[in-house]
């Protein structure tokens, strides 16, 4: 027999912090006909990872444990199933993998063929696997809930984040009036991406600087619900507030005759293409605030666990 094929990866064994989290041999994956396997040039983290690992959202992200975390890839298909027509071996890609299987923290990941999609090609493949949540999210909260035009204004709340800084760039590229709330340090950076206004939100309130009634609001904040539904009145009848993190209040909106959305981030290899020709296109770039290695995962888990990690940070994997 054959000795298995083997790759490194990391795996966490219990939920709880991040010394659970191990760099280890395991057995690459294998591939359903309708999926690929990629080889990992890199990965993302996101602050959903570290609590899925601490076990605090186990009923709503249920997994079997050992589980290999990370939701974004960039990579090179080394493997296709035979029942996928669209990609191709040696084909650099990139995807938003199942949050519910094994991920991207390991040396090769298997995922279905139709979240997949062709790689930018005018930034580097790693920097690529920075795109997929934020950009995907963004996408998804202004055009699928938001209905976002030119010519409308738009409040993006946490407008520095992984997230936020996409949703500036795309609602630019549409055409929008864009207002978002950041910190000050985050200021130059969001004028260099084509922000319209910035609220400090460590110094004003959000509805004290918003004079004009904005077509939508796209709530990426930690404030809580009673907070945001203050802000429902900056809406204009019609206007639409979408949340990723705390819901508005339904019975405000219905009063004021608004929309209410709370989301989470679908995959779609389609839209990740239309977001692969807009960095091509130069329109879109991934903000990435550090880059760290595979074996070096549990240290930034640490990190996040004592509140040190900020926007986003590259996970590389392939040399």
Same mark, same amino acid.
């Given at each position: 027999?054959?000795?298995?094929?083997?790759?490194?990866?990391?795996?966490?064994?219990?939920?709880?912090?991040?010394?659970?989290?191990h760099?280890?041999?395991?057995?690459?994956?294998?591939?359903?006909?309708?999926?690929v396997?990629?080889?990992?040039?890199? @990965?993302a #983290?996101?602050?959903?990872?570290?609590?899925?690992?601490m076990?605090?959202?186990?009923?709503?992200f249920?997994?079997?444990?050992?589980y290999?975390? =990370?939701?974004?890839?960039?990579?090179?298909?080394?493997?296709?199933?035979? $029942?996928?027509?669209?990609l !191709? &071996?040696?084909e650099?890609?990139?995807a938003?993998?199942?949050?519910?299987?094994?991920?991207?923290a390991?040396?090769y990941?298997? @995922? !279905?063929?139709e979240?997949?999609?062709?790689a930018?090609?005018k930034?580097?493949?790693?920097?690529?696997?920075?795109?997929?949540?934020?950009?995907?999210?963004?996408?998804?909260?202004? #055009?699928?809930?938001?209905?976002?035009?030119? $010519?409308?204004?738009?409040?993006?709340?946490?407008a520095a984040?992984?997230?936020? @800084? #996409?949703?500036?760039?795309?609602?630019?590229?549409?055409?929008?009036? /864009?207002?978002g709330?950041?910190?000050?340090?985050?200021?130059?950076?969001?004028?260099?991406? $084509?922000?319209?206004?910035?609220?400090?939100?460590?110094?004003?309130?959000v509805?004290?600087?918003?004079?004009?009634?904005?077509d939508l609001?796209? =709530?990426?904040?930690?404030?809580?619900?009673?907070?945001?539904s203050?802000?429902?009145?900056?809406?204009?009848?019609?206007?639409?507030? &979408?949340?990723?993190?705390?819901?508005?209040?339904?019975?405000? %909106?219905?009063e004021?005759?608004v =929309?209410?959305?709370?989301m989470?981030?679908?995959?779609?290899?389609?839209?990740?293409?239309?977001?692969?020709?807009?960095?091509?296109? $130069? /329109?879109?770039?991934?903000?990435?605030?550090? !880059?760290?290695?595979?074996k070096d995962?549990?240290?930034?888990?640490?990190?996040?666990?004592?509140?040190t /990690?900020?926007?986003?940070?590259?996970?590389?994997? %392939?040399e």
């Amino acid at each position: 027999m054959p000795a298995p094929e083997m790759m490194h990866a990391i795996r966490v064994h219990a939920y709880g912090n991040s010394e659970k989290m191990h760099y280890e041999n395991v057995l690459m994956p294998k591939i359903e006909a309708d999926e690929v396997l990629i080889k990992v040039s890199a @990965t993302a #983290f996101n602050p959903l990872d570290h609590l899925i690992r601490m076990g605090v959202v186990q009923e709503t992200f249920p997994h079997k444990l050992p589980y290999i975390p =990370n939701v974004e890839v960039s990579g090179t298909i080394t493997e296709i199933g035979k $029942g996928v027509k669209n990609l !191709k &071996v040696g084909e650099s890609v990139f995807a938003l993998l199942n949050i519910l299987s094994n991920g991207a923290a390991a040396e090769y990941v298997a @995922t !279905k063929a139709e979240y997949v999609a062709s790689a930018p090609k005018k930034i580097k493949l790693p920097e690529v696997a920075a795109i997929p949540v934020g950009a995907l999210t963004a996408w998804q909260a202004l #055009f699928d809930h938001g209905k976002l035009e030119s $010519g409308q204004r738009v409040l993006i709340a946490g407008a520095a984040g992984g997230v936020g @800084t #996409f949703a500036v760039q795309l609602a630019k590229w549409k055409g929008a009036y /864009v207002i978002g709330t950041a910190s000050e340090s985050s200021v130059p950076m969001l004028k260099e991406l $084509g922000i319209d206004e910035t609220i400090d939100y460590n110094q004003e309130m959000v509805e004290e600087r918003i004079e004009d009634k904005l077509d939508l609001i796209f =709530n990426l904040s930690p404030e809580g619900t009673n907070e945001v539904s203050n802000w429902l009145h900056l809406l204009r009848e019609g206007g639409t507030f &979408v949340s990723i993190t705390s819901p508005a209040d339904e019975k405000v %909106a219905k009063e004021l005759k608004v =929309n209410v959305v709370n989301m989470s981030v679908q995959q779609s290899g389609e839209q990740l293409a239309q977001i692969a020709k807009l960095v091509d296109e $130069g /329109v879109l770039k991934p903000i990435i605030a550090e !880059k760290v290695k595979l074996k070096d995962l549990p240290e930034l888990h640490h990190r996040a666990e004592v509140g040190t /990690v900020r926007s986003k940070v590259l996970i590389t994997v %392939a040399e």
